[in-house]
């Protein structure tokens, strides 16, 4: 459930954040990040995705998921969110989406997240919650706090030893995909961000000039 003081509206860009029971880690392999993210992309409308574990062990085989043009395009065209920002830690997501149908965050959150504890307390046969209390919520009021949320998301990842400073290059992360080629076509949408950047060049001097993650202004989800 979500805070009770988080207002959704359609139209509106919320921060999410969701973390692991006693901030225990929610991922024990790439496996497991690429089942949630394959989730919080194509969990965006109410439309069925039949064999997701086949799909997955295609997605192993050749880096793509398959689940053909006509259904990729009825998500697109029924989603109850649109995904604009993402970031995978260790214990923890961060991501900005934009409510389009009246309570679209509710219901979307709700199959991802319980989707993804489903998957992981099968594969692991572990019990109990997965995920602490709510998600966090946090309305983005104005183009200044979202493009300061999105530099916070896409620096979040050098707090990992092995990534910091190579964020641009961070799988779990969209950051890559505002600098190069979207993976994931209309699933992610960066334009509202990248169309205020003269190129994309320009948006990572902008991500690295941020004051985000560095110690002087932080962000706490929870």
């Not at 910091?164 to 961000?193: I, P, Q, T």
């Amino acid at each position: 459930m979500p805070l009770r003081t988080t207002q959704f509206a359609p139209g509106e860009h919320y921060h999410i954040c969701f973390r692991g029971n006693n901030k225990q880690s929610i991922f024990r392999s790439d496996h497991d990040r690429a089942r949630l993210l394959f989730l919080i992309l194509h969990l965006q409308s109410p439309e069925s995705i039949r064999n997701i574990s086949e799909i997955m062990k295609e997605y192993r085989k050749t880096g793509r998921w398959n689940i053909g043009e006509q259904l990729h395009a009825k998500i697109v065209e029924t989603r109850y969110v649109v995904l604009e920002a993402f970031s995978f830690m260790t214990n923890h997501v961060h991501m900005v989406i934009r409510e389009e149908r009246e309570q679209g965050t509710v219901r979307y959150l709700q199959r991802v997240l319980n989707a993804y504890a489903k998957y992981f307390n099968t594969k692991y046969e572990t019990v109990g919650h997965l995920f602490q209390g709510p998600y966090r919520a946090v309305h983005i009021d104005d183009n200044d706090q979202l493009l300061y949320l999105s530099t916070y998301i896409h620096r979040n990842p050098r707090e990992l030893p092995e990534i910091k400073g190579k964020e641009h290059n961070y799988v779990w992360s969209s950051y890559r995909d505002y600098l190069g080629e979207n993976r994931f076509d209309e699933l992610l949408d960066r334009s509202l961000v990248l169309e205020q950047f003269d190129s994309p060049q320009a948006y990572r001097e902008f991500v690295d000039s941020s004051i985000a993650k560095d110690g002087q202004y932080s962000f706490n989800p929870f």
